[in-house]
């Protein structure tokens, strides 16, 4: 018994696999040794997908270039790491032997964003991603801090959450307006609600509204409903009149009167009374 525990303490010492060296145990056979040969700078893509299968399916599923890489492009070390001996980050491979940095010095730790290099393009939408997005999106970073509105003091990933792509929809967060959605003319008339809110509302400057000018009166009359009511009723020429007519392009843009009716009365009238709407009241509404 007690030459036996010598034994084993000596494999154990001497690093010998108790397993190859005991009397009772059998050679690889011939499907181990292909498995696992003993000269590793051989081993080829299979062999390694053979004991990697989720690796494998990563890559056949969503590796894009990777795919078509041989493993041993990038892991030209493997099978070292040891807990407590060996720092992961000097197993792992170095992106920059095939990539550089990419996206210019701001953002060199690919990790942070592409956090599985077997599916490199599919990108979860952490706080990393969104500290980086002005490096590769600066004129959208642009818009939002021009144009501020509540987008402004948000994070990028409040709204292209889940993953780098998404591109969400606006009714996530926001309720849309009352009514049906009337298209502009010529487009395919739809009876959903409205919820195609970038026709008029850029996402990164969302209270930029602009418009096409052949946006139907109903659209505008969603927000200002007295304002068509009073266009309606009025019984003028302006109530035949697209409200483009006199708001056109952007959202807050008002013609000058002059600007279509000339000046149809003497200058000594428009000193007296300042204003048209002195004496013609609002447009969506004149006075005769």
């Known amino acids: 018994m007690r030459s036996v525990f010598i034994w084993l303490l000596l494999c154990l010492l001497l690093g010998t696999s108790l397993f190859i060296m005991s009397p009772g145990a059998k050679a690889l056979d011939k499907e181990d040794q ?71 010095e701001e953002l060199t730790d690919c990790s942070s964003c592409h956090t599985e290099a077997h599916t490199p393009l599919d990108i979860p939408a952490t706080l990393s991603l969104s500290q980086g997005c002005r490096v590769c999106h600066p004129q959208f970073e642009k818009e939002i801090k021009t144009y501020t509105t509540q987008h ?17 929809k606006c009714l996530e967060c926001h309720q849309p307006h ?34 096409p000018n052949n946006t139907d009166n109903n659209t505008c009359g969603l927000c200002h409903r007295k304002a068509l009511e009073m266009l309606k009723q009025s019984h003028t020429k302006h109530s035949k009149l697209r409200c483009t007519k006199c708001h056109p392009g952007k959202h807050k843009t008002i013609k000058r009167c002059r600007q279509c009716h000339g000046q149809p009365h003497p200058v000594a009238m428009f000193k007296k009374f300042g204003s048209c709407g002195k004496c013609h009241g609002v447009a969506h509404s004149i006075i005769r």
């Not at 041989?70 to 493997?78: I, L, S, T, V």
């Open 34 to 104: 292909s498995l696992y040969p003993p000269d590793t700078a051989r081993l080829t893509r299979q062999q390694c997908m053979q004991c990697h299968p989720i690796i494998a399916r990563l890559l056949r599923e969503n590796g894009v270039a990777h795919r078509g890489v041989a493993c041993r492009q990038c892991h030209q070390k493997f099978h070292v790491f040891v807990p407590g001996r060996t720092r992961y980050q000097d197993v792992l491979p170095k992106c920059t032997r095939c990539h550089d940095h990419p996206h210019g």
């Open 152 to 168: 402004t003091e948000l994070y990028c990933t409040a709204c292209h959450h889940t993953r780098h792509g998404y591109i969400p």
């Open 178 to 211: 009352k009514g049906v959605f009337p298209v502009a003319a010529g487009n395919k008339e739809s009876e959903t609600p409205l919820d195609q809110c970038t026709r008029c509302h850029p996402p990164h400057k969302a209270l930029n509204v602009t418009y």
